[in-house]
């Protein structure tokens, strides 16, 4: 049997390929939909909106019915004036949780445009080049004693 120098040489000398241009390397960026991002940034600002306007009315409300408890001295206001705490304090957290949700929102976004992520996972990809190209590859990898991956860097489609 021939070593894969000797089919190499062979192969360069039988096979007559035309000169080729390196292909452009194009890399595929899915559509984003930008009315359905525009739609959720403005209900987002619309929503923290709100909910600030929430919070303020509260505190508006909170000093009268305080002033209201101080002079009616009865269980009752003290009892509805901490209801009216609890509420003010929940639509505090409920903006805090509207932020939190913004951020898991944007890093999954991030996370599924972002191609160069190392835990994202590439599928059906395909050679182009002649068998002679996948052959010079692959002795270059053998010659360096590492693995065959299917990596850009060692699969590319500009002739070697």
Known sequence: MKSSDEILKSLEKN?????????????YIPPENDKLQKDSEEDYAYSRDKLKKLID???TAL???LIVAEEAEHPRAFEVLAGMIKTTSEVTMELMKLQSVRK?????DKGKSDSG???STTNL?????TTLDLQKQIQVVRDSKNLISA???VISTEPV
Not at 104 to 108: C, I, N, V
């Open 15 to 27: 096979i007559i390929l035309p000169p080729q241009k390196a292909l452009p390397v194009v890399k």
């Open 104 to 108: 898991e929102l944007l890093a999954q």
């Open 117 to 119: 992520n190392p835990a």
């Open 151 to 153: 990596t850009p860097e």
């Open 63 to 65: 000093e009268k019915m």
């Open 125 to 129: 990809s395909v050679f182009i080049g």
């Open 57 to 59: 009315t509260s505190e």
